[in-house]
């Protein structure tokens, strides 16, 4: 009989496999690591970060102490997007301009909003910045992924009523502040009635698409010629699209891509992505005009634009 131990792996061997294993494991659930950790920072690159670290973190753990990985792995994804969360309200509170997030082109991505949409289009993510880091995150881990409640209180290390009330606390003040959007078809078809009218400056069909109290948002993050206030109100708002009309959309291409869940436009010129353009709409109208024009938070949206890139700061602004 053959001696058994030629065929007991070595010890190389069983650390590749392990390390093999760990790996298949983590891979099965990156996707909602990056899920909870984008929606929670508004920002693919850190969100990125953050799953970067969190893999590291778990091949150097010992990994035969964890019950539950993917549980293990989502509360290490949330701590530290909590405590990125924390050092960035103070970032974005010296933001030059108006902060949005960094859009993700979701139809490119599809996993990223697969379980469910929630705390994904940008509107949300706007309102999730008004909450403290530990509120936005047992928002999301219920919302938009539907953990229990015992669950979340584990990863906050939070008492389960206490978890409640954060969840709680956090939609009502996202019901308060957000009326009822529309549907994908009709923000798309307000979307597409924007744009033809910003593209020839007509003030009566503008002020027709928009609420009363509409606002344009336009982060350029200090990067790229930008208003840094947000402009507010139907008149208001139509022409001050009017009045860089005749400038901005000269030579411009537009490319219609799905980004957060929800239709948008990535405008260009010689293949160089300036922009990125999107609504947020209710039965009043559009409540939210939103142009992405920070080329780092561009970078990795351009992709989708096969041949394009971002604009670097050195570029000149479009004309």
Aim: hydrophobic content about 45%; overall charge negative.
């Amino acid at each position: 009989m053959p001696d058994m131990v030629e065929f007991m792996p070595t010890e190389p061997q069983a650390a590749t496999n392990d390390l093999d294993h760990a790996a298949s494991v983590f891979a099965s659930v990156r996707p909602r690591l990056f899920g909870i950790a984008y929606r929670m920072l508004g920002s693919s690159a850190e969100a990125e970060d953050i799953v970067q670290d969190v893999w590291l973190r778990w091949q150097a753990y010992d990994r035969s102490t964890v019950l539950d990985p993917p549980a293990f792995l989502a509360t290490t994804t949330t701590r530290l997007a909590i405590n990125v969360a924390q050092s960035a309200r103070a970032r974005h509170e010296t933001y030059v301009g108006p902060w949005l997030p960094e859009p993700v082109d979701t139809s490119a991505d599809p996993a990223l909003g697969a379980e469910r949409g929630e705390a994904l289009e940008f509107a949300i993510l706007l309102l999730l910045e008004k909450l403290s880091p530990t509120e936005r995150a047992a928002y999301v881990l219920r919302e938009a992924f539907d953990y229990p409640y015992s669950q979340i209180a584990d990863i906050l290390q939070l008492k389960e009523a206490n978890t409640r009330q954060l969840v709680s606390r956090a939609r009502r003040r996202i019901v308060a502040e957000r009326r009822e959007s529309v549907g994908s078809v009709e923000q798309r078809r307000l979307l597409k009635a924007f744009l033809a009218a910003a593209q020839t400056g007509d003030l009566a069909a503008l002020e027709e698409l928009f609420a009363a109290d509409v606002v344009s948002y336009s982060d350029g993050g200090g990067a790229v010629r930008a208003t840094r206030i947000p402009v507010i109100g139907r008149t208001t708002v139509a022409k001050f699209i009017r009045a860089f009309a005749p400038r901005f959309w000269v030579g411009a291409e537009l490319t219609w891509i799905e980004a957060n869940g929800q239709a948008s436009v990535l405008v260009s010129q010689d293949d160089v992505v300036f922009a990125l353009v999107t609504v947020s709409a209710s039965a009043q109208g559009i409540d939210q005009v939103m142009w992405v024009m920070n080329p780092a938070k561009l970078a990795g949206i351009s992709l989708s634009l096969p041949g394009s890139r971002a604009p670097h700061p050195s570029d000149p602004e479009p004309s």
